[in-house]
């Protein structure tokens, strides 16, 4: 629970909002990272306190949620904030993210709501620069950053791997390949994580939330983010609307050029959904070994099965050795440790 100085300090928030009264306060299930939640009621008003000491993230937080609001977006609004203590009071978006939605019809997957997110996809890549300031870009460093998660945290430390130097150089031109197709797409900005448990429904539209990392990126990022969402298998008919929609989108407007056909596009869609999907191997992975949140390990099935997919129907794009390395090697490995992680 909050201590006695936030809650003297959220007290005063609310006091200076106009809201009074002795609030009642829950803790919040978050995300991955280190920041913690809680649901703040006064009768029918409700607010969320974010307790995070990054004080960094938390600026590029109420900047993004700024810059969001000014395009049409909705996401939490921060009413007050202390960078001192890491404390933020926003707005309430509710408890229904959009993988709750799609649980509830597993049979019918909302298409109207995903293909709205998709417009609120084009608003953001639309942001004028001058309204971002404090985020960066998806530069060569954070490309090898990430790349790195999966080799270290993947490939070395969840599954121990000793490569030749022959599939060594297999990764080497991969990543290079990836970089490439990160580089030649427009750069718009980006949500990064733009997947079914960062998407809340109030009554009335789709919420962006967890947008603190957001930087200039390749135009394919968020849309690969939920057609090949990480917690969530949509159905393949539904993954290519999605895709065809959103490039009629691009096209329409302006971000696109005419010389950026189909083909083209679904290259870049299918790179960047692999440089996206090895990562999250990786994150999943230092989840689990390193932060504890063994919950992880459940999701990697799914991701595994995306990477499966993206290099079935695509093998024309990846250099050689890529899908003997992770048909015959790194595949089989992943399954096989997962099954004896599963069995203890």
Same mark, same amino acid.
């Not at 009264?21 to 280190?34: F, K, R, T, W, Y």
């Given at each position: 629970m909050l201590t006695n100085e936030a809650l003297d300090w959220l007290q005063q928030?609310?006091?200076?909002?106009?809201?009074?009264?002795?609030?009642?306060?829950?803790?919040?299930?978050?995300?991955?990272?280190?920041?913690a939640y809680f649901r703040v009621h006064l009768g029918k008003r409700s607010f969320i306190f974010c307790l995070s000491s990054d004080v960094d993230s938390n600026k590029r937080f109420r900047e993004v949620s700024a810059a969001l609001e000014q395009v049409g977006v909705m996401a939490p609004l921060v009413f007050a904030f202390d960078d001192e203590r890491g404390y933020m009071l926003m707005s309430d978006m509710g408890d229904t993210l959009l993988s709750d939605?799609?649980?509830?019809?597993?049979?019918?997957?909302?298409?109207?709501?995903?293909?709205?997110?998709?417009?609120?996809?084009?608003?953001?890549?639309?942001?004028?620069?001058? =309204? *971002?300031?404090?985020?960066?870009?998806?530069?060569?460093?954070l490309l090898a950053r990430d790349f790195g998660l999966f080799e270290h945290w993947c490939l070395d430390q969840f599954l121990g791997l000793e490569l030749s130097g022959e599939q060594q150089q297999v990764l080497v031109t991969l990543a290079s390949l990836l970089a490439k197709g990160f580089e030649c797409q427009p750069q718009v900005w980006v949500h990064r994580d733009f997947h079914c448990r960062n998407l809340m429904l109030t009554d009335d539209d789709v919420a962006m939330i967890d947008f603190q990392d957001m930087v200039k990126g390749p135009v394919c990022y968020d849309l690969i983010s939920i057609v090949y969402d990480a917690y969530w298998q949509l159905p393949h008919d539904q993954q290519a609307a999605l895709i065809s929609d959103y490039y009629q989108q691009l096209m329409q407007s302006g971000i696109l050029g005419d010389e950026v056909g189909v083909t083209l596009f679904q290259s870049w869609v299918a790179q960047t959904a692999m440089q996206r =999907? *090895?990562?999250i191997l990786g994150i999943f992975c230092r989840l689990a070994l390193r932060d504890g949140k063994q919950q992880y390990l459940s999701d990697l099935p799914l991701v595994i099965k995306h990477v499966d997919d993206v290099i079935a129907h695509n093998l024309d794009l990846w250099p050689e050795g890529v899908?003997?390395?992770w048909n015959e090697t790194i595949q089989p490995a992943l399954k096989a440790k997962l099954v004896s992680e599963t069995s203890h």
């Open positions: 928030s609310l006091a200076y909002l106009a809201v009074q009264g002795a609030p009642e306060v829950n803790s919040v299930v978050g995300d991955a990272s280190s920041r939605v799609y649980e509830m019809n597993v049979h019918r997957q909302p298409k109207a709501i995903i293909h709205r997110a998709l417009t609120d996809l084009i608003r953001l890549a639309q942001i004028p620069d001058p =309204l *971002l300031t404090l985020t960066g870009s998806y530069d060569g460093a =999907l *090895l990562k899908v003997e390395l």
